[in-house]
């Protein structure tokens, strides 16, 4: 009996031996956001499912994460098996070949539930070459009190006159409360995000069909004279140094009236163990002049797979559970609807526990006003809202935005600024090659 027992704890020993030498370690590459953070507590549902396949996280800073995963791919390193990249990469890597195709995920996957404006951003020649983890837009977050105070109320869809009417009437200094708070940041990702999409609705854009820069234009002219002048009347001090992270924290403590950013802040700003206004936050439609184009932008984090990974299966398996329906519902169960990531599936806000997140609505609504492949009010050669898909636009997009920056804080005009990003612009782009 002893010995049969010993056989058989022997052979189990050799069978786990041999299921954990089978098994193949993919390695993540992923942003240090909450979301991501909270999905690699949730593992062990997918270890239970997968027990074939061991994953590895690489947990980077966004700028060092984008860095890193450029590096890898452009040299097919196949240091990653799996990639966290966004919007602006897809298209780029995607049409250098540089990702697999995830046009064969297993049919209850279901991609055809993905919500085409975020699909159409991740797709190339009808291959989609990226998974949404989560999806946003951006809108007005807005004091529901001090509008009513203003005497004033806020449309579904206003206009920038509108806007500006309400931060003027809604601020009040001496009481530190500050009408609008927007991006003044310099960076392609900061304050170029927010003013490339605030461009757009005044009839203007980055480049026309020939690739020239559009500074010169009177719809630039227009957007950055009224960000200025909203900025320094009914702004908060100090704001060219403020990105979305300190913005959020003036809105959370009470000192904003008015907040356009992306639609992911909704759950921070409604959430009472960290904002002091909670209750009191009204959402809206980004505004618009009334030329056919709002000021929201379209942006997703997403999983791929990099054309050099050797374990293509492993990691579209992985992907496909990440990103699934069934992940949805397990951060339900775990954390409440209000936390599950938004922005890229339509089942979700045909949920009727999510219908019932008071911002999920402005959400999807905004998602859907956005369109990357027809960005501008004009014709325009490239795809992207708040950013341009070509490689060049990192560093094209953060000089430009040092630029505003600047003018914001006061040491230049408008005028100086629009000038200097055309000149700049012009040249880059000559020397790249778009302008012959």
């Given at each position: ?25 993919i ?6 956001n ?85 699909r ?28 009513e ?60 069909m ?15 004279t009224?960000y200025l ?18 913005n ?20 921070f ?112 050669p ?13 560093g ?37 090659g778009?302008?012959?």
């Amino acid at each position: 009996m002893t010995y049969s027992f010993r056989a058989l704890m022997g052979a189990c020993a050799v069978a786990a031996i041999s299921t954990a030498a089978a098994a193949e370690t993919i390695t993540v590459a992923t942003v240090n956001n909450g979301d991501m953070i909270r999905m690699q507590g949730l593992m062990a549902e997918f270890n239970a499912r997968h027990p074939d396949i061991q994953v590895e996280w690489v947990t980077l800073e966004e700028n060092v994460l984008r860095q890193k995963v450029t590096t890898d791919i452009a040299t097919k390193g196949g240091q990653f098996d799996v990639l966290t990249i966004g919007t602006y990469e897809v298209p780029i890597w995607g049409k250098q070949g540089w990702l697999v195709s995830l046009n064969d995920l297993p049919p209850d996957y279901d991609a055809d539930d993905i919500l085409p404006a975020i699909r159409n951003g991740l797709t190339v020649d009808g291959e989609l070459y990226a998974a949404p983890f989560y999806g946003e837009s951006s809108m007005i977050m807005y004091r529901t009190d001090l509008m009513e105070k203003a005497g004033l109320t806020m449309p579904d869809a206003p206009s920038w006159a509108f806007v500006k009417e309400a931060a003027a009437k809604m601020t009040d200094k001496d009481a530190e409360v500050y009408g609008i708070c927007l991006r003044g940041k310099a960076g392609w990702g900061e304050n170029m995000a927010f003013l490339s999409a605030m461009a757009n609705s005044y009839g203007t854009s980055w480049f026309d069909m020939d690739w020239k820069p559009q500074f010169d234009s009177e719809g630039w002219k227009a957007a950055l004279t009224d960000y200025l002048d909203m900025m320094t009347n009914y702004g908060p001090p100090g704001a060219s140094n403020n990105g979305f992270n300190e913005n959020l924290a003036l809105f959370q403590q009470g000192k904003c009236g008015m907040w356009i950013d992306a639609t992911v802040a909704a759950s921070f700003v409604t959430n009472p163990h960290d904002s002091t206004v909670a209750d009191k936050v009204g959402f809206a439609l980004a505004p618009d002049t009334g030329k056919g184009k709002r000021s929201n932008w379209l942006w997703a984090w997403n999983l791929a797979i990099p054309a050099g990974s050797q374990k293509v299966d492993a990691a579209r398996t992985f992907v496909a559970w990440a990103t699934s329906k069934d992940y949805a519902e397990l951060v339900a169960s775990k954390e409440g609807w209000a936390n599950v990531p938004p922005g890229t599936r339509t089942s979700l806000y045909e949920n009727p526990e999510y219908q019932k997140v008071p911002f999920a609505k402005m959400t999807l609504d905004s998602i859907n006003a956005a369109d990357p492949t027809n960005p501008a009010v004009d014709p325009v050669p490239y795809v992207g809202i708040q950013f341009v898909a070509i490689p060049e636009f990192q560093g094209i997009g953060t000089a430009v935005g040092q630029q505003f920056s600047a003018a914001l804080a006061g040491s230049m005009t408008a005028e100086a600024a629009l000038e200097a990003a055309q000149a700049f612009t012009t040249r880059e782009m000559t020397r790249a090659g778009y302008i012959k």
